[in-house]
């Protein structure tokens, strides 16, 4: 086999196990965005209301894309991509959305879905171009995006005592 086949397989293997691909367009920073590998492409419904954003992937531009361990989290590959953005309505658009519609989670309008993404989304194939990027050595860790969400709150007074009493049974 050669190099070019066995990249292409691994881009292909990992891209289907993970339920989740970062993916860094022409401007801005990578985004996680779900997808489900179709057809040789990761495909992306996003831009509309309820749905994930795809900031700067348009039709034609470049993209890479990480993909990451399902189990441990780690990167495995990345790789880098076309975004083709499909009609809507088209059998391309229909095949590609009937595999998107079965893994979208906790969809708010069921199966409506599919009338919604026609009418105020995008649909977006990530077909890779055969370039695979070299691991990097060093950690590629980011400060998080700003976002008005936060968690941090003060620790409950008696959240130790629960928790070393759970672990001496």
């Known amino acids: 086999m050669t190099r070019e086949l066995l990249d292409q397989a691994l881009v292909e293997e990992?891209?289907?196990?993970?339920g989740l691909i970062w993916v860094k367009g022409p401007v801005g920073p990578a985004r996680a965005l779900w997808h489900v590998w179709h057809e040789g492409a990761a495909c992306l419904v996003g831009d509309g209301p309820g749905e994930q954003?795809?900031?700067?992937?348009?039709?034609?531009?470049?993209?890479?894309?990480?993909?990451?361990?399902k189990d441990k989290g780690g990167r495995l590959v990345s790789w880098a991509a076309k975004a083709v953005e499909l009609t809507p309505?088209?059998?391309?658009w229909e095949a590609t959305?009937?595999?998107?519609?079965?893994?979208?989670?906790?969809?708010?309008?069921?199966?409506?879905?599919?009338?919604?993404?026609?009418?105020?989304c995008r649909?977006?194939?990530?077909?890779?171009?055969?370039?695979?990027?070299?691991?990097?050595?060093?950690s590629l860790a980011e400060a998080?995006?700003?976002s008005p969400?936060?968690?941090r709150q003060p620790i409950?007074?008696?959240l130790h005592r629960l928790l070393l009493k759970k672990k001496r049974k």
């Open 14 to 18: 990992a891209t289907k196990k993970s």
């Open 123 to 138: 649909v977006l194939r990530l077909e890779p171009t055969g370039v695979r990027a070299p691991l990097p050595d060093g």
């Open 53 to 69: 954003p795809l900031p700067g992937l348009a039709d034609g531009a470049g993209a890479e894309v990480t993909v990451r361990s």
């Open 144 to 146: 998080p995006l700003p």
């Open 89 to 92: 309505g088209s059998p391309e």
């Open 97 to 120: 959305v009937a595999e998107l519609k079965g893994k979208r989670l906790n969809a708010p309008d069921g199966e409506a879905m599919t009338a919604r993404w026609q009418r105020e």
């Open 149 to 151: 969400a936060t968690t």
């Open 156 to 158: 409950p007074a008696g």
